[in-house]
């Protein structure tokens, strides 16, 4: 088999064994629904009720403000249409994900008034911008914890105050930030959170939504009473317990995850910096470790990728759900990047199961590829 240096974990992450292990019980013998009565649910419902418990201290809130859905974008979506169902008005980044972005356009054409906070070159959602469109009496604002392509960490806890102080309710999506930096609910005012439990070496298929108790949400899935009646269907014991695990292992060793991977990043920048190749990082100082996103002038992002492909790396050209659009990414729009620089950027996103070596082999690659480039 191939060996790959495996470079796009914003995209998804590796199972934890952990993780792989805590799930297997209820996929073969303890599969009962945990929703039946007889004995036989026992095991399944004491493993959902716990699996619920440990995802709420993860993040400083309450097991009965936990609800599991199948993914980050469909806890999104139950948050948009949510808002549109009560007639709210919404207010957004620009560089948010699609999965909030497509909802809010579908929500525009409803008639729901929907507002795009522009962002700086950083791509700092800054909270002057906030005060001049949220000012009405009630209604939501929706700002993603970190960025996807470039990493950027938003100041969640100032602009939830600001939303607070007018009434409106505050969510982020913090797919890309879950399991990777600190995140308490309470102490940074979030009334409503997203998570994907892939993004954070979790099982695919799964995340939740937190929402603050005391708020009113519409329901997202009628039918059964599962998840207070919020969210019908019978629960995926195996795939949240894998979430539970694999989130409550990240968060135990979040510090030393964190140091790892800024040491990760600055042998690769060092190690790149010294070759000579002219490239420019995107994002802010206060990012999520591990994200790097490069452009290099006058290149094809598309084709470092593919080339980088052919020699066994993995990176993406910016966000995973947008890889077969050749077009500029509108985070990459967003922040102003020249057109020459946003075709030409990769991202690169590093997991703690990457190595030292590993940088020194993408560098020498990159730097292989760019500089035989530069003869032709």
Sequence with gaps: MKEYVYADNAATTRLSNKAFESMLPYLQNEYGNASQLYSFARLPKKALKKARQVIANCIGAQPSEIFFTSCGTESDNWVINGAVQQHLPIVTSSIEHHAILRPCEAAKRCGCSVSLLPVTKEGIVLSSSVKEVVHSSCGLLSVMYANNEIGTIQPIKELATIAHENGWLMHTDAVQAMGHTRINVRELGIDMLSASAHKFNGPKGIGFLYIKEGIDWPSLIKGGAQEKGLRAGTENVASIVG????????????????????????????????SGIVFYRNGAENHIRGNVSLSFPNRSGESIMHRLDLKGICVSTGSACDSKETQISHVLKAIGLEEMLAKGTIRISLSKYNTEQDMIKIVQVLVGILKEESVK
């Design 243 to 274: 979430m539970a695990t694999a989130l409550e292992e990240n968060v135990i060793s979040i510090c030393e995850n964190e140091s790892y991977l800024a040491h990760l990043e600055e042998i690769l920048i060092s190690n790149l910096s010294r």
